[in-house]
């Protein structure tokens, strides 16, 4: 019995810490946060965008013009890391997952105005306003794409074996 109580009270332990973790802003998260993230994708970053930042509204939204303007951008200031479509390259991670397509405008207004510098995104707060949002209108008109099957070597269509050597040097 006594073993039970223990049970029923570690049970009930467990699911106090579940409810409490899944509020917000607790103190709690904090701690499982820092823990967690080794674990967690390259994503994490976006998802740090305060409510405010969120919030904010992509002034651009109905401007047609900005999807081309932000292209253009993007092929200059982003595509080395992030490849020219925007699908991940050897820096950077692809923009076309759900975890930013389906982020809100602001997070990813945010994301640019504040980087992460720490893990090789940079700053991006010197480009104008209205230069971000851009930016943010061209990743948006991108879609979910899946990610890239696999970092496959690039073909060469050169047979890496070496040449017959039917003739040896002598
Ligand atoms: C020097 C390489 C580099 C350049 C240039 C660069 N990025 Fe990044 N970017 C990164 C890396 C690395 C990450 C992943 C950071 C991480 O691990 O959270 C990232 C992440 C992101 C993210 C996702 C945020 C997240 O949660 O990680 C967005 C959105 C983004 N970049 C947009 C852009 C845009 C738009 C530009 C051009 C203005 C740009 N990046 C230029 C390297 C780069």
Redesign the pocket.
């Known amino acids: 019995m006594k073993s039970c109580g223990a049970l029923m009270f570690f049970s009930a332990f467990l699911l106090s810490g579940f409810f409490l973790s899944s509020l917000r802003g607790q103190e709690r998260n904090k701690a499982t946060d820092k823990q967690n993230t080794k674990t967690e994708s390259?994503?994490?970053?976006?998802?740090k965008a305060p409510e405010k930042a969120r919030a904010r509204r992509n002034p651009l939204e109905k401007d047609p013009e900005a999807v081309a303007a932000g292209r253009i951008?993007?092929e200059q200031?982003?595509a080395?890391?992030?490849g020219d479509n925007a699908e991940g390259g050897k820096?950077?991670?692809s923009?076309r997952a759900a975890?930013?397509q389906n982020?809100e405008p602001g997070a990813?207004f945010w994301?640019?105005t504040n980087?992460?510098v720490r893990?090789?995104?940079?700053v991006?707060s010197k480009?104008p306003e209205p230069q971000r949002w851009q930016?943010v209108s061209y990743?948006k008109s991108l879609g979910i794409a899946a990610a890239k099957p696999e970092r496959s070597t690039p073909a060469t269509g050169e047979p890496t074996t070496v040449k017959d050597s039917s003739s040896p040097r002598r």
């Open positions: 390259v994503y994490v970053e976006i998802g951008l993007f200031r982003c080395e890391c992030h820096k950077g991670p923009l975890e930013i982020a990813i994301i640019l980087g992460a893990k090789g995104m940079p991006w480009l930016l990743i």
